[in-house]
T-cell receptor, first 114, second 109 residues
Framework: AQSVTQLGSHVSVSEGALVLLRCNYSSSVPPYLFWYVQYPNQGLQLLLKYTSAATLVKGINGFEAEFKKSETSFHLTKPSAHMSDAAEYFC????????????FGAGTILRVKS | GAVVSQHPSWVICKSGTSVKIECRSLDFQATTMFWYRQFPKQSLMLMATSNEGSKATYEQGVEKDKFLINHASLTLSTLTVTSAHPEDSSFYICRSSYTFGSGTRLTVV
């Protein structure tokens, strides 16, 4: 079975500050890991995915995440927060790269202060 | 990139009526479609998985007769909420591969 834990249901940063959203996973098989962003009343948009290639994954909008097997983590970072980054972020894990069930974390709401 | 078009984006219906939600893959063939439900300030709950041309697989606790899923073609999957009640009010989202639809806000009054 797979599971995801997102530490911190709410994270608040100042505009221009570093964004760090934490995600730890549990998986009995090599995982595929994803970060999604959701704006209010919208679907989820894929930010980036880890598919067993490079451990440092770069995504859209300046986000990146690093897969650390020893720590079973896949934290999301962005060097400088923008007001437009305020949204909810979901980490997810899957056993397969395509067309398989995604197990989601509970989500982290990011607030960006001006 | 891949786009999944979901309609309607919001719908209000009377208790006891049925509502159909459509998800279309616009530039690719969606062999598999996943349907989720999201309660306010909560994560996504997988309801069912549909495969083109076969019966959907429902997650434990999801009523098959209430949430009818049809995946008749490689570009269209539908979710019908039958005899809707206020407790069915929620945000419903479909997904194919990495791509999510834009979601449907259902309010049953």
């Amino acid at each position: 079975a797979q599971s995801v834990t997102q530490l911190g249901s709410h994270v608040s940063v100042s505009e221009g500050a570093l964004v760090l959203l934490r995600c730890n996973y549990s998986s009995s098989v090599p995982p595929y890991l994803f970060w999604y962003v959701q704006y209010p009343n919208q679907g989820l948009q894929l930010l980036l995915k880890y598919t067993s290639a490079a451990t440092l994954v770069k995504g859209i909008n300046g986000f990146e995440a690093e897969f650390k097997k020893s720590e079973t983590s896949f934290h999301l970072t962005k060097p400088s927060a923008h007001m437009s980054d305020a949204a909810e972020y979901f980490c997810a894990v899957s056993e397969k790269e395509y067309g398989n069930k995604l197990v989601f974390g509970a989500g982290t709401i990011l607030r960006v202060k001006s | 990139g891949a786009v999944v078009s979901q309609h309607p984006s919001w719908v209000i219906c009377k208790s006891g009526t049925s509502v159909k939600i459509e998800c279309r893959s616009l530039d690719f063939q969606a062999t598999t479609m996943f349907w989720y439900r999201q309660f306010p300030k909560q994560s996504l709950m997988l309801m069912a998985t549909s495969n083109e041309g076969s019966k959907a697989t429902y997650e434990q606790g999801v009523e098959k007769d209430k949430f009818l899923i049809n995946h008749a073609s490689l570009t269209l999957s539908t979710l019908t909420v039958t005899s809707a009640h206020p407790e069915d009010s929620s945000f419903y989202i479909c997904r194919s591969s990495y791509t999510f639809g834009s979601g449907t806000r259902l309010t049953v009054v």
